[in-house]
């Protein structure tokens, strides 16, 4: 008895560093990863060989959205979802970590489908919390026996190195898309800055210029706009900067670009648009200012009326670079104004 206690002994022990050793494994080669869909097919293909994993679910906090990575059979799904189904925002809010088995596991709320298939023993819950608030729960499904000791282990150690992983990685992406939106962003009026639109527009010249495709820029200008400043004051000329820009901006396609060029002056790029209809959308963008006055806050309930100038030009074969470009549609923005302004000129 004693030599078969002593090999039992010694092939669990063994067992148990090839468990330790996949387990380290997997957190070395994800470690350096930054890519999240990667990260969670290497999860997805590994877990189970350090403990008794059929499947998992994972649900991360993205600000104000969530993350939602589920594997199964090797494979991992990564979405963005706005809201939580109900198994996950109970879980979320009650932020305790629990085990259910299959026999105990109540219609309401239902799990993900794949923690229900056929095999699965039990679902362990862990909730994971950083400064007193919850930043992601995971599922992981036990297949045909439920967790041992060391399963639980193995499971709390990686499944806490797995969430932080990626939600730091999300924090990451977070703060440089802050970073690259201050970059590339006017701050008043939340349009590209001059650089942003400009190097867009010079990208897309270069396109049009191999496809054929017609590209159309507007220069826009507000009238008046220092009688504005002088009149109502420059908190109020920033009001009307943003309410501009709005307006501007909700009348623009998907395809389409709008910085703020400096000052109150604004830069459409239309891209693909002839010449022809460079003129409606120029109409559609002056009426959207002049037919509707700007109500302040705080301020005459009738508002102030505003109106724009706009100057237009189109990709020709002679223009050699986008200065000539936008030479053409800062001499026509220039005959807006000097025509009486609240009006559009085709350059």
């Known amino acids: 008895m004693k030599q078969n ?48 994993v059929a499947c998992f679910h994972l649900v991360v906090k993205k600000g104000e959205i969530f993350l939602v990575i ?8 990564v979405t963005e979802v706005t809201s939580l189904t109900p198994w996950d925002a109970y879980h979320f809010e009650s932020q305790l970590p629990c085990l259910i088995h299959m026999e105990d596991l109540q219609d309401n709320p239902a799990p993900p489908v794949h923690l229900m298939n056929k095999g699965i023993a039990e679902i362990e819950i862990l909730p994971f919390l950083r400064l007193g608030i919850c930043i992601g729960v995971i599922n992981i499904a036990a297949r045909h026996r439920p967790f041992d000791e060391l ?13 932080y992983r990626i939600y730091d990685i999300l924090l990451r992406q977070q703060s440089i898309n802050v970073l690259r939106d201050k970059a590339t962003h006017d701050a008043l009026t939340g349009l590209l800055n001059r650089g942003a639109i400009m190097e867009r527009i010079d990208t897309v ?25 002088d009149s109502y004051g420059h908190l109020v000329g920033d009001e009307v900067l943003r309410d501009v ?21 604004f830069l459409f790029m239309l891209y693909p648009c002839s010449s022809d209809k460079v003129d409606i959308a120029s109409e559609r963008f002056r009426q959207a200012i002049a037919d509707h006055p700007i109500i302040l806050e705080n301020g005459d309930p009738s508002g102030i009326n505003v109106t724009i100038s706009l100057g237009t030009a189109t990709v020709r074969n002679s223009d050699p670079n986008i200065e000539a470009l936008l030479k053409r549609a800062d001499e026509a923005l220039y005959y807006s104004k000097s025509s009486g302004r609240n009006r559009v000129t085709i350059g």
């Open 70 to 77: 589920d594997g199964f059979r090797g494979e991992a799904d």
């Open 205 to 229: 010249f270069k396109v049009s210029k191999r496809t054929k495709d017609s590209l159309s820029v507007i220069l826009v200008d507000i009238d008046h706009f220092k009688k504005i400043n």
């Open 151 to 163: 399963d639980h282990k193995f499971n709390r150690i990686f499944s806490s190195h797995f969430t």
């Open 245 to 265: 820009s709005r307006r501007l901006q909700a009348q623009t396609r998907d395809s389409d670009q709008l910085g703020r060029y400096g000052g109150e002056e």
């Open 5 to 52: 206690s002593e090999s039992t002994w010694d092939d669990r022990t063994i067992q148990q560093l090839v468990s330790y050793e996949a387990l380290f494994k997997l957190i070395a080669e994800i470690q350096p990863l930054e890519d999240i869909k990667e990260i969670s097919r290497q999860v997805a293909k590994q877990w189970k060989y350090f403990a008794n």
